[in-house]
C-alpha cells in the first residue's frame, strides 16, 4: 500500500529556508514521478515542482532558482529545499506520486493519484 507522509514545515520570516521531507512506503523514489505542490487559502492547488524517475527536475516560474527538489534513494525519501522564502509562499505542501512509471512527468495534479497529508508553511513578512 502506497503511503505519502510529509514532514518540515514551519513558520519562518521572509528571507529565510525551509526544508520539507515527504517519505514514502510500498515503492521506491526513483519508480514513480514525484510532485510537490501547494495550496493556499481560497486558491487551487497548484505544481510547486517535479522530479522524474531519472532525477531531472522542473519548476514552477514562482520558484524557480528559489527552491530545489532533491531526493535520497537510500533514504527513500524525497526534498523540498526552499530559500528566500516570501510570504506568498504560505499554503499548505503537498507531495504527491504518479504511479504510472512515465518517463516525463506532468505538472498538472490530476496525474497525480497518491497524496500525503501535507505540511503547513507559514511565511511572515
Known amino acids: 500500500q502506497v503511503q505519502l507522509v510529509e514532514s518540515g514545515g514551519g513558520s519562518v520570516q521572509a528571507g529565510g529556508s525551509l526544508r520539507l521531507s515527504c517519505a514514502p512506503s510500498?515503492?521506491?523514489?526513483?519508480?514513480?514521478?514525484m510532485g510537490w505542490f501547494r495550496q493556499a487559502p481560497g486558491k487551487e492547488r497548484e505544481v510547486v515542482g517535479t522530479?522524474?524517475?531519472?532525477?531531472?527536475?522542473r519548476f514552477a516560474d514562482s520558484v524557480k532558482g528559489r527552491f530545489t527538489i532533491s531526493r535520497d534513494n537510500a533514504k527513500n525519501t524525497l526534498y523540498l529545499q526552499m530559500n528566500s522564502l516570501k510570504p506568498e509562499d504560505t499554503a499548505m505542501y503537498y507531495c504527491?506520486?504518479?504511479?504510472?512509471?512515465?518517463?516525463?512527468?506532468?505538472?498538472?495534479?490530476?496525474?497525480?493519484?497518491?497524496w500525503g497529508q501535507g505540511t503547513q508553511v507559514t511565511v511572515s513578512s
Open positions: 504527491a506520486a504518479d504511479s504510472r512509471r512515465l518517463a516525463i512527468c506532468g505538472l498538472s495534479r490530476e496525474l497525480y493519484n497518491y
Open positions: 510500498g515503492y521506491r523514489l526513483p519508480d514513480y514521478c
Open positions: 522530479i522524474n524517475r531519472s532525477g531531472g527536475t
